[in-house]
C-alpha cells in the first residue's frame, strides 16, 4: 500500500456527507441532552444559533417519545450574516463549545477524536452497498463488520486515538481485515492465569493455540535458554506490542521477563468493541479479549491484570444463577462466559500508581465462549447493535428482520422483548442484578429473522449487584455496588429505553412499519406480562415503579464532553452521572 493509498477513502465528497450526517447527530443527541435548545421556526423546521449568535443552523426535524430528535440531514444548513456557509464539523463544536461546556484543555482532544470518527465514516463510504434486506442473510461476522454508525448516543464513538491510519486499516471492526494475535511467554513470577471450573491452563491453551504453535513457541523459549515451564501465555493485540509493550515494558522485556513468541495460526476479526476478537479460522473456539492502550469513547481500553484474577469466578457465578432461575430459563436466555484470563503485573508501574490507572491496564487478557457452539438448527447470530443499523435507502435492518419473519411488527417485537428485556427486568427485580445491556454487549439469536432468544456478554467488567445485604461468594465480591435509591431503576430506563429503544422505536416509526404509540404499548405490556408471572415480586415492582411518570434524563456526552480521556469516576460510578432534569416515561399510564 502506498503512502496517499491509505488515505484514498478521505476524499472531498465523502468528507462532506460524513461531515453533515455527524453534525445531524450531534444537534439531535446535543437537543437530547439540552445542551442546545433549537427554536421552532414553522412548517417543521427549527434553528440553533453559535454562541456568538452570528451563525445559525437550519434543519427539519420530527421530536419523538423521550425528547428524541429524528433529523432530516439533507435539510441542515448554516448561515452566518446572511451567507450560506458550507457545514465543517469542527466548526460546529468551535461554534458551540461554551454550549457543549467544551474546555480549553478538552475542546482539541475532542476535535481529534471527531476527526477520527469522520474518517471512519469516510472508509465506511466506500465499502460495497449492501442493503438491511441482504444483511439478514449473512453471517454473523458480515453483519458484525458491515455496521456503519457505533454507538448510537455518542457523538465522538469513534475516537480510536492512538491508531494511525495503517493500524485503522488493519485493525478496526469495519474494515474486516484478518488479525492474527501477537503470543508473548510471562514470567509466572509476574503474571497469574485464572479459569473456570474444570479448566486447567495446559488443556486450555493447547486447545486455542493447537499442538505446531505450542511447539514453535515452547522452541523460541528454549532456544533462548529458557524453560517453558517458568512461563504463562498471553494473547497481545498487535498494535499493544508494537506500541506499548516493547516500548513501555522493554525492561520487562530485557530481563526475560516477557518474551515475543510471535503470532498465532488462527485469524481473528476485531469486534465492535475493537479489541476483542472473533476467531474466523474456528468460530467455536473462543473469543480473545485484549487489552488496547487506545483511547475511545471516554476510557483507555485497557484491561486489568488484578480484575483478570476474578474473572472467571464471576462468570461462573452468574451462569448458575441463569441455570438455576426458572424464569431467566424461560426466556432462553444465556451468557457466554469468559472462561479464563491471564493478566501480567508489572511491578514499578504498580508502585508508581494507583489501581485505577492506565499503567495497570496494558497487559491482560481474556478468553470468552463463542455463541457459535450452542446454535440449534436453523439459527443464525446478530449483534443487537445491529437492530439500529440502516442502509443507504434509509431501511433498518430492525425493518428487514421483521419483513424476513413473516410476523407482524408487534408479535416480532413482542418476542424481541421476551428475549431481550424480560432477563433484564428479572435479574433487577429478583436479584438487583444490573447489566451494561447496550447493543454491542447482546447477542441475538434469530431462526428467519424472527428473535428467539438473547446471549449476554462482558459480564465481569460490566455486571453490578446493587443490594448491600446479599450474600455473594467471596471471588464475586467486586461486583457490588453502592447506589443511592433513586438512580437503582436508571439501570433500565436509560441503558435500555432511552438508549436503545429510543432509536429503534424512532427508526421502525420513520419506515412506517410499527406506530411509536404502538411500540411503547407492546413495551408497557411486555413489562405487564412478566409482573403478572411473578406476583411474589409485587412489593419490589411498587418500589421500584417502572411505570413512573417521569425518570432522570442521564447524558452521555455531557460526560465524554466534559472529560474524554475519564469519562467516569471509576470510584464512584453513579455519582459521576449528568443528570439533567427528567424525561417523560413513554410507558407510563399504559
Excluded at 484514498?8 to 456527507?17: C, D, G, I, T, V
Excluded at 464513538?157 to 471492526?173: C, I, K, Q, T
Excluded at 511467554?185 to 505446531?212: C, D, Q
Aim: proline fraction near 5%; charge should be negative; include cysteine.
Amino acid at each position: 500500500m502506498t503512502l496517499s493509498d491509505a488515505v484514498s477513502h478521505l476524499s472531498p465528497e465523502r468528507w462532506e456527507q460524513a461531515g453533515r450526517l455527524l453534525v445531524r447527530k450531534a444537534l439531535a443527541e446535543f437537543a437530547h441532552e439540552r445542551l442546545i435548545t433549537p427554536e421552532a421556526t414553522g412548517d417543521g423546521r427549527y434553528v440553533v444559533h453559535s454562541d456568538d449568535g452570528l451563525t445559525r443552523y437550519g434543519f427539519t426535524a420530527t421530536v419523538r417519545s423521550l425528547d428524541h430528535w429524528q433529523i432530516d440531514a439533507a435539510s441542515i444548513t448554516r448561515h452566518r450574516d446572511g451567507t450560506e456557509l458550507p457545514l465543517a464539523a469542527a466548526d460546529f463544536f468551535i461554534e458551540l463549545r461554551k454550549s457543549l461546556g467544551l474546555s480549553d484543555e478538552i475542546l482539541p482532544v475532542y476535535l481529534e477524536e471527531i476527526s477520527s470518527t469522520l474518517s471512519s465514516t469516510c472508509f465506511k463510504l466506500t465499502k460495497p452497498r449492501v442493503t438491511s434486506a441482504e444483511l439478514t442473510r449473512a453471517g454473523f461476522q458480515a453483519i458484525e463488520t458491515g455496521m456503519t454508525e457505533g454507538h448510537p448516543c455518542f457523538v465522538a464513538n469513534n475516537g480510536r486515538l492512538g491508531f494511525g491510519v495503517h493500524e485503522y486499516l488493519s485493525y478496526a471492526p469495519e474494515t474486516a481485515s484478518p488479525v492474527r494475535l501477537v503470543w508473548l511467554a510471562a514470567h509466572r513470577s509476574r503474571a497469574a492465569f485464572t479459569a473456570g471450573v474444570g479448566i486447567t491452563y495446559e488443556s486450555f491453551v493447547r486447545e486455542e493455540l493447537g499442538e505446531p504453535a505450542l511447539a514453535r513457541f515452547a522452541a523460541t523459549l528454549t532456544g533462548q535458554g529458557l524453560d517453558p515451564e517458568d512461563y504463562l501465555l498471553i494473547p497481545v493485540h498487535p498494535w499493544q506490542w508494537w506500541n506499548k509493550l516493547s516500548v513501555t515494558f522493554a525492561a520487562e522485556v530485557a530481563r526475560r521477563h516477557l518474551v515475543c513468541l510471535g503470532e498465532g495460526d488462527d485469524e481473528y476479526l476485531a469486534q465492535q468493541s475493537i479489541r476483542t476478537f472473533f476467531n474466523s479460522s474456528s468460530p467455536e473456539k473462543h473469543y480473545v479479549k485484549t487489552a488496547l492502550s487506545v483511547l475511545n469513547m471516554g476510557f483507555m481500553r485497557g484491561l486489568s491484570a488484578a480484575y483478570m484474577e476474578a474473572t472467571p469466578a464471576i462468570n461462573d457465578w452468574l451462569a448458575q444463577l441463569v441455570d438455576n432461575d426458572p424464569v431467566l430459563r424461560s426466556t432462553g436466555l444465556s451468557v457466554i462466559r469468559e472462561r479464563a484470563a491471564v493478566g501480567y503485573r508489572h511491578l514499578e508501574y504498580e508502585a508508581a500508581t494507583d489501581r485505577y490507572s492506565p499503567y495497570r491496564k496494558m497487559l491482560a487478557a481474556l478468553w470468552r465462549e463463542s455463541p457459535v457452539a450452542s446454535l440449534q438448527e436453523g439459527e443464525t447470530l446478530a449483534t443487537m447493535a445491529s437492530l439500529l443499523h440502516v442502509d443507504h435507502e434509509g431501511a433498518s435492518f430492525a425493518g428487514a428482520l421483521i419483513e424476513r419473519s413473516g410476523l407482524t411488527p408487534v408479535e416480532w417485537l413482542r418476542r424481541y422483548l421476551h428475549a431481550y428485556l424480560t432477563p433484564l427486568l428479572h435479574s433487577f427485580y429478583a436479584y438487583d442484578l444490573v447489566y451494561m445491556p447496550h447493543g454491542e454487549n447482546v447477542i441475538l439469536v434469530l431462526a428467519d429473522g424472527a428473535v428467539r432468544r438473547a446471549v449476554y456478554k462482558d459480564i465481569a467488567e460490566e455486571i453490578a449487584v446493587m443490594d448491600p445485604q446479599a450474600v455473594l461468594p467471596p471471588a464475586v465480591e467486586r461486583i457490588r455496588v453502592e447506589v443511592p435509591e433513586d438512580k437503582k431503576l436508571l439501570s433500565i430506563f436509560t441503558d435500555v429505553f432511552d438508549c436503545f429503544f429510543r432509536f429503534l422505536a424512532a427508526n421502525l416509526a420513520a419506515e412506517g412499519i410499527l406506530d411509536e404509540d404502538v411500540f411503547w404499548r407492546t413495551v408497557a405490556e411486555s413489562v405487564r406480562a412478566y409482573q403478572d408471572a411473578t406476583p411474589e415480586l409485587a412489593d419490589r415492582f411498587t418500589q421500584y415503579d417502572l411505570f413512573a411518570p417521569e425518570f432522570a434524563l442521564s447524558c452521555l456526552n455531557r460526560l465524554q464532553l466534559r472529560d474524554n480521556r475519564q469519562m467516569v469516576d471509576l470510584t464512584d460510578p453513579s455519582g459521576a452521572l449528568q443528570l439533567v432534569g427528567t424525561l417523560r416515561n413513554p410507558i407510563a399510564g399504559r
